[in-house]
C-alpha cells in the first residue's frame, strides 16, 4: 500500500522559512515524477514544484526563486524549502508521486500558515 505522509507545515511569520518533507512507502520511487500541490481556503489545488527522478525541477512562477524541491530516491523522500515566505504561500501543501500509469498517489496534506 503506498503511503505519503508531509510534514514541516506550521505558523511562520511572513519573510522566514519552512522545509517540508514527504516520506514515501509502499513504492519505488524511481523514474517516477513527483512534485508539491498545495491548496489555499476556496481556491483550486495548483501545482507548486515538480522534480523528476533524474533532478530536473520545474516552479510555478509565483514561488521562483524563493522555493526549493529536491528528493532522495534511496531514502524515499521529497523536500520543500521554503523561504521568503509570503501571506499568500498559506495553503495545505501536499506531496504527490506520479505513479505512471499505476496511478496518482497524494498525501494528507501539511498546514502552512503565514502571518504578515
Known amino acids: 500500500q503506498v503511503q505519503l505522509v508531509e510534514s514541516g507545515g506550521g505558523l511562520v511569520q511572513a519573510g522566514g522559512s519552512l522545509r517540508l518533507s514527504c516520506a514515501a512507502s509502499?513504492?519505488?520511487?524511481?523514474?517516477?515524477?513527483m512534485a508539491w500541490y498545495r491548496q489555499a481556503p476556496g481556491k483550486q489545488r495548483e501545482l507548486v514544484a515538480t522534480?523528476?527522478?533524474?533532478?530536473?525541477?520545474n516552479y510555478a512562477d509565483s514561488v521562483k526563486g524563493r522555493f526549493t524541491i529536491s528528493r532522495n530516491n534511496a531514502k524515499k523522500m521529497m523536500y520543500l524549502q521554503m523561504n521568503s515566505l509570503k501571506p499568500e504561500d498559506t495553503a495545505v501543501y501536499y506531496c504527490?508521486?506520479?505513479?505512471?500509469?499505476?496511478?496518482?498517489?497524494w498525501g494528507q496534506g501539511t498546514q502552512v500558515t503565514v502571518s504578515s
Open positions: 504527490n508521486v506520479d505513479g505512471l500509469g499505476v496511478g496518482s498517489y
Open positions: 509502499g513504492i519505488i520511487l524511481s523514474f517516477k515524477p
Open positions: 522534480i523528476t527522478s533524474g533532478g530536473g525541477t
